[in-house]
């Protein structure tokens, strides 16, 4: 993988530019500060209070620089009482005054002429704080000596405010830019170091063997909260999810054997791990699984929202190649089509003839296979119901292949997850395609049933059967692997009659009411 190239102008520049400001104006006014000292002849006297500011402008600097692309208003707020407070209770005014000066012209550059008020009044009031604590006879010259200091602080740091506004507005414009640009930096050296560590059925598959080693369960289910609150299930049983209310009854009134553990996130609960076959459950061991909980829960819910991405960025990709495919290759074919044409019209050799006849059914083939790839790559899920867009799908490959389909589809309950549905859509369009190029089958059958939880799919034809895998050919692995990836089986058998049956199942799901695939359906061709 070519690493990604440094950005020039990268959306982090303007927050390095003003940390850099800052970081000037603090090591210009220390050095300031300890060469007033040695003029006035006390910097043996002062030296403590030099380093004292020096840690301070360097603990504040590492603070900045920790949040420059997020500024955060209480730094120069904290520093200016902080640094008021050591020179005037010092009655190091006259020496060290300089530096009282720092934390407005910081908040001018980097928060704007409102913080720059707010911190002035900060240090004003904190000057009065300080000298009323100490009423000495030398307090108004302490004040005196302070006062030219503040005031220089507030005209440079107003000046500073509208001067660097432009660039803050850009920083405030670039900031969600900037923490997506960080994500995803982080996430390529992880895939380029081999060890992104994001695949929830892995993780899921992990967290159900620490379970199990941990409390001695028999099995788990592992559950994640989709964004309009339901439960999906990455590991285990779906049916076990009915588990979870039982989360927030005391202990003697669940079910016996059984435990729910939350897996929880850093502001909400992100989903639970269903334990089943407890021997016996104790606070020693809830402490225990909750730590394994808290392990994999931040993990576990990046790995899920990394599959949305994913998911997202398949569909884009989809949708290009299906844009390239229509405005390149199936151009081009469709050209010679009309090459074929010229040549049937000066021609009159009947070999020739019969030639161009056969090579014209085998552009149209290609024509009509490139069309059916083309809506097999645009195809998605639409408006959430998994139903529409199988209908849709083995309509039109009836439609454009002459094969008579049969439809038996009921959805009820909850729609499933948008992932669960489009690995769904995906495994139907590999079955049904097969039955299309390799079959040879004058009917099709597709059965599907869903109740938001568990799942059937049944792809059927009466061809010439013998789906098993291919050498080179990845269509039937494809397909285990998204079955995998929604917690089903796939199962590929021959058809009772002739033919090949294709199913798709949630483990532990019932079977069809209205019977196989090949049995009584609808006929939509």
Same mark, same amino acid.
């Given at each position: 993988?070519?690493?990604?190239?440094?950005?020039?102008?990268?959306?982090?520049?303007?927050?390095?530019?003003?940390?850099?400001?800052?970081?000037?104006?603090?090591?210009?006014?220390?050095?300031?500060?300890?060469?007033?000292?040695?003029?006035?002849?006390?910097?043996?006297?002062?030296?403590?209070?030099?380093?004292?500011?020096?840690?301070?402008?360097?603990?504040?600097?590492?603070?900045?620089?920790?949040?420059?692309?997020?500024?955060?208003?209480?730094?120069?707020?904290?520093?200016?009482?902080?640094?008021?407070?050591?020179?005037?209770?010092?009655?190091?005014?006259?020496?060290?005054?300089?530096?009282?000066?720092?934390?407005?012209?910081?908040?001018?550059?980097?928060?704007?002429?409102?913080?720059?008020?707010?911190?002035?009044?900060?240090?004003?009031?904190?000057?009065?704080?300080?000298?009323?604590?100490?009423?000495?006879?030398?307090?108004?010259?302490?004040?005196?000596?302070?006062?030219?200091?503040?005031?220089?602080?507030?005209?440079?740091?107003?000046?500073?405010?509208?001067?660097?506004?432009?660039?803050?507005?850009?920083?405030?414009?670039?900031?969600?830019?900037?923490?997506?640009?960080?994500?995803?930096?982080?996430?390529?050296?992880?895939?380029?170091?081999?060890?992104?560590?994001?695949?929830?059925?892995?993780?899921?598959?992990?967290?159900?063997?620490?379970?199990?080693?941990?409390?001695?369960?028999?099995?788990?289910?592992?559950?994640?909260?989709?964004?309009?609150?339901?439960?999906?299930?990455?590991?285990?049983?779906?049916?076990?999810?009915?588990?979870? $209310?039982?989360?927030?009854? $005391?202990?003697?009134?669940?079910?016996?054997?059984?435990?729910?553990?939350?897996?929880?996130?850093?502001?909400?609960?992100?989903?639970?791990?269903?334990?089943?076959?407890?021997?016996?459950?104790?606070?020693?061991?809830?402490?225990?699984?909750?730590?394994?909980?808290?392990?994999?829960?931040?993990?576990?819910?990046?790995?899920?929202?990394?599959?949305?991405?994913?998911?997202?960025?398949?569909?884009?990709?989809?949708?290009?190649?299906?844009?390239?495919?229509?405005?390149?290759?199936?151009?081009?074919?469709?050209?010679?089509?009309?090459?074929?044409?010229?040549?049937?019209?000066?021609?009159?050799?009947?070999?020739?003839?019969?030639?161009?006849?056969?090579?014209?059914?085998?552009?149209?083939?290609?024509?009509?296979?490139?069309?059916?790839?083309?809506?097999?790559?645009?195809?998605?899920?639409?408006?959430?119901?998994?139903?529409?867009?199988?209908?849709?799908?083995?309509?039109?490959?009836?439609?454009?292949?002459?094969?008579?389909?049969?439809?038996?589809?009921?959805?009820?309950?909850?729609?499933?997850?948008?992932?669960?549905?489009?690995?769904?859509?995906?495994?139907?369009?590999?079955?049904?395609?097969?039955?299309?190029?390799?079959?040879?089958?004058?009917?099709?059958?597709?059965?599907?049933?869903?109740?938001?939880?568990?799942?059937?799919?049944?792809?059927?034809?009466?061809?010439?059967?013998?789906?098993?895998?291919?050498?080179?050919?990845?269509?039937?692995?494809?397909?285990?692997?998204?079955?995998?990836?929604?917690?089903?089986?796939?199962?590929?058998?021959?058809?009772?009659?002739?033919?090949?049956?294709?199913?798709?199942?949630?483990?532990?799901?019932?079977?069809?009411?209205?019977?196989?695939?090949?049995?009584?359906?609808?006929?939509?061709?």
């Amino acid at each position: 993988m070519t690493p990604m190239a440094p950005l020039d102008t990268g959306v982090v520049r303007p927050a390095l530019q003003s940390w850099r400001t800052t970081t000037a104006v603090r090591v210009f006014a220390t050095a300031l500060t300890a060469g007033t000292a040695l003029h006035a002849g006390t910097l043996v006297a002062t030296a403590p209070l030099v380093v004292v500011l020096a840690l301070v402008a360097a603990v504040t600097s590492v603070l900045e620089w920790m949040t420059r692309s997020r500024p955060t208003h209480w730094h120069a707020v904290a520093e200016a009482v902080a640094v008021t407070s050591l020179i005037v209770a010092t009655r190091s005014t006259s020496e060290l005054g300089a530096y009282l000066a720092v934390p407005l012209i910081v908040a001018g550059v980097r928060h704007g002429l409102v913080t720059t008020l707010n911190v002035t009044l900060a240090s004003g009031l904190t000057l009065g704080a300080a000298i009323a604590a100490d009423p000495a006879d030398d307090a108004l010259t302490r004040a005196a000596d302070a006062a030219p200091w503040l005031l220089i602080g507030l005209g440079v740091g107003v000046l500073a405010s509208w001067q660097s506004r432009s660039t803050r507005t850009l920083m405030a414009r670039q900031a969600p830019h900037a923490a997506a640009y960080q994500l995803m930096e982080r996430v390529h050296e992880l895939a380029s170091s081999g060890d992104l560590g994001l695949d929830t059925a892995s993780l899921a598959t992990e967290l159900d063997a620490a379970m199990r080693h941990t409390t001695g369960c028999a099995r788990t289910t592992v559950l994640v909260a989709d964004p309009d609150g339901t439960l999906r299930s990455l590991h285990g049983e779906d049916d076990l999810r009915r588990l979870v $209310p039982e989360i927030h009854l $005391p202990r003697a009134e669940r079910t016996p054997g059984t435990a729910v553990v939350p897996l929880r996130g850093a502001q909400q609960t992100l989903g639970y791990c269903v334990l089943v076959g407890v021997p016996r459950w104790t606070h020693e061991l809830d402490e225990r699984a909750l730590e394994v909980a808290d392990e994999f829960a931040v993990r576990l819910d990046t790995a899920v929202l990394f599959d949305d991405v994913r998911t997202f960025a398949r569909s884009e990709e989809r949708n290009r190649i299906a844009r390239e495919m229509h405005d390149g290759v199936a151009q081009e074919i469709v050209g010679l089509g009309f090459l074929v044409d010229e040549i049937e019209a000066i021609s009159d050799h009947p070999e020739t003839r019969e030639l161009v006849t056969a090579l014209r059914a085998e552009i149209t083939r290609l024509v009509s296979e490139i069309r059916l790839s083309i809506f097999d790559l645009r195809h998605e899920v639409a408006d959430g119901r998994l139903v529409a867009s199988l209908s849709d799908y083995a309509r039109e490959v009836g439609h454009t292949t002459g094969m008579r389909v049969h439809l038996s589809l009921a959805e009820s309950g909850p729609p499933l997850s948008p992932r669960h549905a489009t690995e769904v859509l995906r495994v139907a369009q590999e079955a049904i395609g097969n039955v299309r190029r390799h079959a040879g089958a004058d009917n099709l059958w597709v059965a599907f049933d869903t109740d938001g939880a568990a799942l059937r799919l049944d792809v059927a034809d009466d061809g010439v059967g013998n789906a098993g895998p291919r050498e080179r050919h990845w269509g039937l692995q494809g397909m285990r692997e998204r079955a995998e990836r929604v917690g089903a089986t796939l199962d590929v058998v021959p058809r009772p009659g002739g033919g090949t049956l294709v199913t798709l199942r949630s483990r532990e799901s019932a079977p069809h009411e209205g019977g196989s695939a090949h049995g009584h359906h609808r006929v939509a061709r």
